[in-house]
């Protein structure tokens, strides 16, 4: 395998969680601990889309995304990004079943 090595981002929760506050300490926005919690396992997908477009400015994101992959979160959004069942999808399914025949516009 050629390039460069990857950098390693995951570290405990507990020092996460210490990174975050040492950012609200110099000003920096951290979303989760400014919003309600519950928008991050919100079940409408325009909640969870909100959410990820929130951490998109957050300076923990990629350790937040890395321990959330490596403690196989089972859902929700973490780094900004969607986690079902241990592994990032792309987006949300509303609820309910998908329509046999699309709709005429």
């Not at 409408?44 to 957050?58: I, M, N, Q, S």
């Not at 792309?90 to 516009?105: E, F, S």
């Amino acid at each position: 395998m050629t390039g460069a090595p990857e950098t390693e981002v995951t570290m405990p929760l507990s020092e996460m969680l210490d990174l975050g506050t040492e950012a609200q300490a110099l000003g920096e926005t951290i979303p989760c601990r400014d919003y309600d919690a519950e928008l991050w396992f919100a079940e409408r997908p325009e909640d969870v889309e909100f959410a990820k477009t929130l951490c998109g400015l957050c300076p923990a994101r990629l350790q937040c995304l890395a321990g959330a992959l490596e403690r196989q979160e089972p859902w929700g959004v973490w780094g900004g990004q969607l986690l079902v069942q241990g592994a990032v999808v792309a987006r949300k399914r509303p609820r309910g079943r998908p329509r046999k025949h699309p709709v005429a516009a």
